[in-house]
């Protein structure tokens, strides 16, 4: 019959893994218990027979300079990441820089991919504004109440005319979003064509007008005056230049 | 940036020292009981340095020994390689319950003895026999000198249950010493 201990502290006593106090008590109980006493004896001949029988297995001389060698050859985890080359990045950086300031001080040589890329935008602006339920702006032929409702929403003076005597009505205006900003837009009307005449403020110098299509519309664009004009329509070129023609001339 | 660049080839090469140290102190001291614990836990030894061979490769790629026994991370990555094994190679091995009585019948036939000979053969096989939880415990203590709380690290098993496991243990493989040579000497 076997000790309740048998299992815990009498392996732990034997492994010299007690406390000492647990120790001490332990000693106490082997004193009377006899099944303890024997079954520490036996624990005592098994770990001289597993000695003395010499079971450690150590790994072998090949096995060692295998392990050695492939251990040395190894490169460490940062080695294959190639070294970084901070010059290379300050060049890259410089010449980054160099490209943009060229870029920013002679828009000729961006303008064309800048224009058509701004095109697409208002074009695609212009097809939003066709859509029947599209109806973020004011509908009125009356200038001034469509210059007080764009003024305040554009953050600028927008110059509104009616030109229905020379067959371009006004049918209103609208504020878009084009390329992060709020865009003033005029709507007139040629031949039942609707025509969006979007405008902004801008920086850059008065421009003649330069003229492209994109998904069938045609679209016109010019700066005058700190502002720049796009009108986009389905019309026709001329109808578009003829419109240029009556704002450029109205100041 | 050639300062930047300069601090960084100092970080790297510190890394690589670092890395070598790594290997020469927490690595290599520790082939013998990477094989021994493979060895036992397999039972082969082509197998087992193959095991113990790759887990120390990958032992010296870790940076994440923070503990206090280097012996103890070492030979948890080795424990687990060789489970990872067994379990595609042997898993009936893992799945086997411990019976003494029916140990100690197989372990112990007059063939059995016959084939094995001498004590130091008798004893090893009955350590080839135990289970590879109860194996894995004796080995690491009576073969490794490992203390209770490395054998815990090592095999993720409870102090508790490792004094169980060493008691079913030595209790098995002394009463196959016994009656082998009760066998022996009728």
Redesign the interface.
Same mark, same amino acid.
């Given at each position: 019959m076997r000790c309740d201990f048998?299992?815990?502290l009498?392996?732990?006593y034997f492994?010299g893994?007690l406390s000492n106090r647990s120790a001490v008590e332990f000693e106490r109980h082997l004193q009377h218990c006899v099944h303890c006493g024997s079954e520490l004896v036996?624990?005592g001949?098994?770990?001289d027979?597993?000695?003395l029988?010499?079971?450690?297995? *150590?790994?072998?001389g090949s096995?060692?300079r295998?392990?050695?060698a492939?251990?040395?050859a190894?490169e460490?985890?940062?080695?294959p990441t190639k *070294?970084?080359?901070?010059?290379w990045?300050?060049a890259a950086a410089t010449l980054l820089f160099m490209v943009i300031v060229v870029w920013r001080l002679s828009p000729a040589l961006h303008s064309d991919d800048y224009q058509a890329e701004l095109a697409g935008e208002i074009v695609d602006a212009h097809v939003r504004s066709l859509q029947p339920d599209h109806t973020n702006g004011i509908a009125s032929n009356d200038v001034s109440v469509v210059k007080t409702w764009l003024d305040g929403r554009a953050g600028f003076g927008v110059p509104v005319h009616n030109f229905a005597n020379d067959g371009f009505a006004l049918q209103g205006g609208r504020v878009d979003v084009i390329e992060g900003r709020a865009v003033a837009v005029l709507v007139y009307e040629r031949n039942l064509h609707p025509i969006n005449v979007f405008i902004w403020r801008s920086r850059e110098p008065d421009t003649s007008l330069r003229t492209g299509s994109r998904q069938g519309f045609q679209w016109v664009d010019w700066r005058n005056s700190k502002m720049e004009f796009c009108a986009v329509s389905d019309a026709g070129l001329l109808d578009l230049e003829q419109l240029h023609k009556l704002i450029d001339s109205s100041g | 940036?050639?300062m930047?660049?300069h601090v960084?080839?100092r970080i790297?090469s510190e890394?690589?020292l670092e890395?070598?140290m790594r290997?020469e102190q927490v690595?290599?001291p520790h082939?013998?009981a990477?094989?021994?614990l493979a060895?036992?836990l397999v039972r082969g030894r082509a197998d087992?340095?193959e095991i113990?061979?790759e887990a120390?490769?990958r032992a010296?790629?870790l940076?994440g020994f923070q503990g206090e026994s280097p012996r103890a991370w070492v030979l948890q990555i080795v424990r687990n390689a060789c489970y990872t094994w067994l379990e595609k190679n042997r898993p009936m091995e893992l799945n086997i319950e411990f019976d003494e009585e029916l140990h100690m019948q197989v372990s112990a036939t007059p063939e059995t003895l016959a084939i094995v000979g001498d004590?130091?053969g008798r004893?090893?096989l009955a350590?080839e026999t135990l289970p590879p939880r109860l194996r894995e415990a004796l080995v690491l203590?009576?073969?490794?000198g490992c203390?209770?709380k490395e054998i815990a690290a090592i095999t993720s098993i409870p102090v508790?249950a490792i004094?169980?496991s060493?008691?079913?243990a030595?209790r098995y493989?002394?009463s196959v010493?016994a009656n082998s040579s009760q066998g022996a000497c009728p």
């Open positions: 048998a299992d815990s009498l392996q732990g492994d893994e036996d624990l001949l098994l770990r027979t597993l000695h029988a010499q079971l450690y297995e *150590p790994a072998s096995l060692r295998k392990i050695g492939r251990l040395h190894t460490p985890t940062i080695a *070294p970084f080359h901070w010059h990045v300050a | 940036m050639l930047r660049s960084r080839e790297v890394l690589r890395e070598r290997i690595v290599l082939v013998d990477a094989f021994n060895h036992w087992a340095e113990a061979q120390l490769m010296s790629r940076r004590g130091r004893l090893i350590l203590r009576e073969l490794e203390s209770y508790g004094m169980t060493l008691s079913r030595r493989l002394h010493l």
